[in-house]
């Protein structure tokens, strides 16, 4: 029953984001009595929105879902695998995370079932399939698990009405950038919101920074080499990229409340100065989430809008946070 469970529980998730199903239209298994264990690492704003996903599935199988959220799941999730209990399911942030998980032996594969559905209903479904497959602790590929919650990187965010009252173009190039960051400063503004807080998981908004910055300066085969750790973290293109980061993060100028504020405000509360009055700050780089922690009444598109993270030679990057089986207890 519990194999039935969890593996009902996610092709609802993924059935229900992809095509829009609702509790009315669904013909599986009557779960009534089953409870299904969750761990991710969403709180507020985007646990919210994951309840109301999992409402659609209580009410319509029967069954009970456990969320438990955390700032610390990174570290927490290592320890109840290696501990021998585990969520039923877990949403891992950094596929690296899920791989060294499913190298000890701490994750179930998904199935060839769910693996086909993913190819055959995902855009470019194989290269989400090669995403969530990992050598087991055998070293054979299996899939474990599926994209359900993909966020868009190298976003810059922005209130045009702020933008338009200070004269201020769209940049389209890291030196216009930079340029319109010293002309803010120069009109008597603060140019960036820069928080890195975020519990025991405090520091990871730096990385992406950081990411986009080597996605943007290195050929492909030097970023595969950095995450492969074949290039090293005192490689002088990391080093550069993580200069380049602190330039922007280091400089008082450029930061609401200065640098000193960057690793002490929580990432979910710096944006919130582009929509003060004046603005305290009027670019905010982060994912396509961050609107879950905008002040409530914004509307994206209107109220606040976006522009991608000027680019080098190299493109785009996504980031996802994926629902995958960690136990089959």
């Known amino acids: 029953m519990y194999k039935t469970l969890y593996t009902v529980l996610v092709s609802f998730l993924t059935i229900s984001v992809a095509t829009g199903l609702t509790a009315a239209e669904y013909k599986g298994p009557n779960l009534s009595g089953q409870t299904v264990s969750i761990a991710g690492p969403w709180l507020t704003g985007d646990e919210e929105n994951f309840d109301k996903v999992n409402a659609y599935f209580e009410k319509a199988t029967g069954a009970k879902v456990d969320y438990a959220g955390s700032d610390s799941f990174e570290q927490q999730i290592v320890i109840d695998i290696k501990a021998g209990s585990p969520p039923n399911l ?112 405090t520091g990871w908004p730096a990385t992406d920074w950081v990411e986009d910055i080597m996605l943007r300066t290195q050929t492909p085969d030097v970023y595969d080499g950095w995450v492969a750790n074949t290039v090293k973290f005192n490689d002088p293109r ?16 450029y930061v609401e409340g200065g640098s000193r504020a960057v690793g002490a405000t929580d990432f979910r509360d710096s944006p919130k100065g582009m929509f003060t009055v004046p603005p305290k700050c009027y670019m905010h780089r982060q994912a396509s989430f961050i609107p879950a922690f905008f002040p409530k009444g914004v509307e994206v598109g209107t109220d606040a809008n976006f522009f991608y ?4 030679s190299w493109g785009r990057h996504v980031d996802g946070d994926y629902q995958r089986q960690s136990c089959d207890p």
């Open 90 to 201: 877990a949403a891992f942030p950094q596929p690296g995370l899920a791989a060294n998980m499913a190298a000890i032996g701490g994750l179930v594969p998904l199935g060839n079932d769910m693996e086909n559905w993913v190819k055959n209903n995902y855009a470019a479904g194989p290269s989400w399939v090669d995403l969530g497959t990992y050598p087991d602790k055998n070293g054979n590929d299996q899939f474990y698990g599926f994209f359900y919650n993909v966020n868009v990187k190298s976003l810059v965010w922005y209130v045009p009405e702020n933008f338009e009252a200070g004269g201020y173009e769209i940049p389209k190039t890291m030196e216009e950038l930079i340029a319109l960051s010293d002309q803010i400063v120069k009109d008597g503004g603060t140019p960036w919101c820069i928080g890195l807080g975020s519990g025991d998981a």
């Open 238 to 253: 990391v080093v550069n990229a993580i200069e380049t980061f602190g330039k922007f993060a280091k400089n008082n100028d």
């Open 309 to 312: 993270f000027p680019a080098g």
